[in-house]
């Protein structure tokens, strides 16, 4: 199984920008396609989740009413609209599959990761 993420990049505060996930593979048991974040010097944190089978899904509170998660199944990818970017958004952005999203739970209880892509907002 292969997670390959695309679409990061510099913009401006209050721009947009869209990522997308290539999965590859047979993804067995991966119920749920998320995408992460990771900040220089912080901890990876949740950003958003969708059930790929029945497309219900659930954001952190720092990006809900910006961000907007939606997979093609037909096509296999996950794609994370972000829009009115904040310089707090800068980080490295990575696509994970797993049966559930756990909090919590050792990375999230995703079992596959991508190698990530890089978002810088500039102010």
């Known amino acids: 199984v292969q997670l390959v993420e695309s679409g990061g990049g510099l913009v401006q505060a209050g721009g947009s920008l869209r990522l997308s996930c290539a999965v590859s593979g047979r993804a067995f048991g991966a119920y749920a396609m998320g995408w992460f974040r990771q900040a220089p010097e912080k901890e990876r944190e949740f950003v958003a989740v969708?059930?790929?089978?029945?497309?219900?899904?659930r954001y952190a509170d720092s990006v809900t009413d910006r961000f907007t998660i939606s997979r093609d199944n037909a096509k296999n990818t996950v794609d994370l609209q972000m829009n009115s970017l904040k310089p707090e958004d800068t980080a490295i952005y990575y696509c994970a599959a797993g049966p559930y999203y756990t909090p919590g739970l050792y990375n999230y209880g995703m079992n596959y990761w991508g190698k990530g892509t890089l978002v810088t907002v500039s102010s």
């Open positions: 969708i059930n790929w089978t029945f497309g219900n899904t």
